[in-house]
């Protein structure tokens, strides 16, 4: 298993969206130890009894927990407030330039239609 971190500023108000990307064989645990997120997580998996749906997990500093995600589940997060977001996520497989294990989805894919606004968080 590797190790990674991801680092997303604050903002005023929160904007930054990093979504949606998937694995085909990987898992990703995500921890997020500084700043609180919204992680939301798409089912892609053909044969799942939850396919097409999603899932939205609230995580941070205000609410910790790690986020174990499967292969084909698209992920993606929004930082929810002002403080910067550092995520610190391992990965069950190498990342491998010439055959890459991922997929990437817009964040405003019509499919998905995932409402981003923080209004009511």
């Not at 992920?75 to 910067?84: E, S, T, V």
């Not at 991922?102 to 209004?119: K, L």
Request: charged content about 20%.
């Amino acid at each position: 298993m590797s190790r990674s971190l991801a680092y997303a500023r604050g903002g005023n108000p929160p904007e930054l969206i990093k979504a949606f990307h998937w694995h085909r064989r990987q898992w990703d645990y995500w921890d997020i130890v500084k700043g609180n997120a919204r992680v939301v997580l798409v089912d892609l998996r053909p044969d799942s009894p939850t396919k097409g749906k999603t899932q939205v997990v609230i995580a941070g500093q205000n609410s910790p927990k790690m986020i174990a995600i499967p292969p084909l589940v698209a992920h993606g997060y929004q930082g929810l407030d002002l403080q910067d977001v550092l995520l610190c996520y391992y990965v069950t497989e190498p990342y491998d330039p010439q055959q890459p294990d991922e997929g990437r989805i817009p964040w405003n894919d019509p499919r998905i239609a995932f409402d981003w606004s923080i209004e009511n968080i």
